[in-house]
């Protein structure tokens, strides 16, 4: 547990450059392939504005309709040289190899920058208050960085989400060729975005026909002692899951930095996925021995969970 504080202590400080510096990376992300389209500032009744970055495949046109497949912490997919690590997620190689090897249905993709307010706006609403209130007074004491409290005054996720699908969402449907059905809208993201795409599945299982929840944070917090959230997020799980008949669903972790925290709450959610009859024709679960907590370690694998959501039927 030593091993891991380290690395907190730099994943608050990129998490506070990222949120709290956007505005140097006002420019748009270059992609090797396609098309970026930005949303600048796009305004909520719901959660704070944001940038949402759109990426749009070679040959894009409004005579095809494409699958859509939504992403958080949107400033890292795409161009390394706008983030403070250099590291990038590597959307649009990925999936311009995919499509060219015709590996993927048509698709778009939409990049929805994260906040300030990144981990109360991802940290899964339900779960934190099915707790007793004792347990959820000392969660919101944690502090992230000059005892600025990580949670904030609670989590606000259940608001990002009516953002995402009473916002956002219709505004891309009516605007890009899209086939908006369940079978054809997907989400993806790492750590709490990770988290945040296994609640949104749970709660708009009409909307969402699948889900990638890389490295998946199920801690909530940075620590594994006398820590209640991880069975509130499973016992959710349990409880929330929708059908298998008509959702995917992909979870993976790595092994080192803070992915060595997740393989027990991992294997429980596999647990509760064969309980509810997911079988590998619509759920899996990997484990990649080595890889860390980072864009270079989720680009090496983003092939996999793009396929499993967005293959071929």
């Given at each position: 547990m030593k091993a891991i504080f380290p690395l907190l202590n730099k994943i608050w400080l990129s998490a506070a450059i990222i949120m709290l510096t956007g505005s140097l990376y006002a420019q748009l992300p270059k992609v090797v392939c396609g098309t970026i389209k930005r949303l600048e500032n796009f305004p909520s009744k719901y959660i704070d504005p944001r940038n949402v970055d759109i990426w749009l495949p070679e040959g894009y046109s409004g005579d095809k309709k494409y699958a859509v497949l939504y992403m958080h912490d949107g400033q890292a997919l795409f161009d390394s040289t706008l983030m403070w690590n250099h590291e990038e997620w590597g959307v649009d190689e990925t999936l311009c190899k995919l499509l060219a090897e015709n590996k993927i249905k048509d698709c778009i993709v939409v990049g929805i920058w994260n906040t300030a307010k990144r981990f109360p706006e991802y940290f899964p609403q339900q779960p934190f208050y099915s707790l007793n209130q004792p347990d959820q007074q000392k969660i919101l004491a944690i502090g992230r960085d000059k005892n600025t409290p990580l949670l904030g005054n609670g989590p606000v996720s259940d608001n990002y989400l009516k953002f995402l699908v009473n916002e956002l969402k219709p505004y891309i449907d009516s605007h890009y060729s899209t086939a908006p059905g369940r079978k054809t809208t997907f989400i993806m993201g790492s750590s709490m975005g990770g988290l945040i795409s296994m609640y949104a599945i749970c709660e708009y299982p009409k909307v969402f026909g699948g889900a990638?929840?890389?490295?998946?944070?199920?801690?909530?917090?940075?620590?594994?002692?006398?820590?209640?959230?991880?069975?509130?997020?499973?016992?959710?799980?349990?409880?929330?899951?929708?059908?298998?008949?008509?959702?995917?669903?992909?979870?993976?972790?790595?092994?080192?930095?803070?992915?060595?925290?997740?393989?027990?709450?991992?294997?429980?959610?596999?647990?509760?996925?064969?309980?509810?009859?997911?079988?590998?024709?619509?759920?899996?679960?990997?484990?990649?021995?080595?890889?860390?907590?980072?864009?270079?370690?989720?680009?090496?694998?983003?092939?996999?969970?793009?396929?499993?959501?967005?293959?071929?039927?």
């Open positions: 990638a929840c890389m490295s998946t944070h199920w801690p909530g917090i940075f620590t594994t002692v006398d820590n209640p959230i991880p069975a509130a997020f499973l016992s959710y799980l349990n409880g929330h899951l929708p059908s298998p008949k008509d959702h995917k669903i992909y979870f993976d972790h790595g092994s080192a930095t803070l992915d060595a925290m997740y393989k027990p709450y991992q294997q429980s959610a596999d647990s509760i996925m064969r309980a509810h009859g997911y079988t590998d024709a619509n759920w899996m679960s990997r484990e990649f021995p080595g890889d860390d907590h980072s864009e270079r370690s989720w680009n090496r694998r983003l092939a996999i969970p793009m396929v499993f959501l967005l293959g071929k039927d």
